[in-house]
Structure formats: C-alpha cells, structure tokens
C-alpha cells in the first residue's frame, strides 16, 4: 500500500509483532517505558503552546502603544525564534514496541481504544470500527493518542 505523503511516496510496513503476540507483562513494560516520553511531550508541548501566547499578547500590546513596541520589539523577536526552534525540537514520542512515532499516521490501530480502523478513503477519514470514533486532523487532531497506531498496544492511559 503506498500513498502520496508531502510530495514523497510512503509505503506502509506493519510491524513484525502487533498487541496481541505481547504478553501482558510485555505490554506493561512498554507502558513504563512510555512514561518518560510522553511526559516530555506534554511538558514541550505546553511550554510551546504559552510561549506563543504570551508573544503574541505581548505583540498585540506593544501594536497598540508605539512607545512600547521600540522597547518590546528586539525582545518578540527573540521570542518568535525561541518558539521556531522549541516548535522544530517538539517530536512525537516513539512506540517502544514497535520503535514508529506514534503521531505520524492511522494505519491499523484506532489511537483512542486501540480497535482495528477502517482505513481513510478520497473523501472520508478513518474510522475506529471498535469506538465508532472518525479519525480526522485538521489544525488539530480529534482525537486522543494512548495507543499505538502501528503495533496497538496501550500506551498512556491520558493519552497525548
């Protein structure tokens, strides 16, 4: 199965083991392993996101003083490339079963409940066929990232 993705082509592997060739204490272990990761990715990704309010505040503000913005102008900018390279240094964890991002695509697993999904077609998105959940991105996700979407296996009970 291949598919056009960013102007390359991308063909889609499955992984040599999904959940269930995992013993239960195998897929505990990865949810250990997990933990690190995923809270990285929260901490990053909240830091990210209130740096970029609190700049864009601070420029909203300083537009509507001139005075202000001489002052505040060389410190946004310091901000705007602070935010470029934390929003470059952000990545999505990886599946310590299967070694795959986990927010890089839906290919098999449904990322909320880790059912098999019906696979995205030219007008409709994936659908989880366990939780009925459509799988869509837009500016963001519609849902919530606790299981692989490669292996399946459960990996954040908060999820991402």
């Known amino acids: 199965m291949s598919d056009y993705r960013s102007f390359r082509l991308y063909r ?4 040599e083991k999904t959940v269930s060739d995992y013993s239960e ?12 990761a995923a809270k990285n990715y929260k901490v990053t990704t909240r830091i990210f996101i209130s ?7 601070g420029f909203f503000i300083s537009e ?3 005075s202000l913005l001489s002052y505040l102008m060389p410190w946004l900018f ?5 935010v470029f390279i934390s929003f470059l240094l952000v990545s999505s964890p ?16 449904c990322p909320e ?27 963001r996700r519609s849902f919530r990232i606790r299981c692989c ?8 009970v908060k999820g991402l």
């Open 113 to 139: 409940c880790g059912g098999r999904v019906r696979p995205r077609s030219f007008l409709k998105s994936a659908q989880c066929l366990s939780c009925g959940e459509d799988l869509w991105r837009g500016r």
């Open 64 to 66: 509507k003083n001139n």
């Open 78 to 82: 310091l901000g705007y490339i602070v």
């Open 94 to 109: 990886v599946c310590p079963a299967c070694k795959r991002k986990v927010d890089d695509r839906i290919e098999t697993f």
């Open 149 to 156: 979407t490669h292996c399946g296996v459960f990996l954040d």
């Open 25 to 36: 204490a195998e897929r505990e272990a990865f949810r250990e392993q997990f933990k690190p």
């Open 12 to 15: 889609f592997s499955p992984p």
């Open 51 to 57: 740096i970029g309010i609190v700049f864009f505040v």
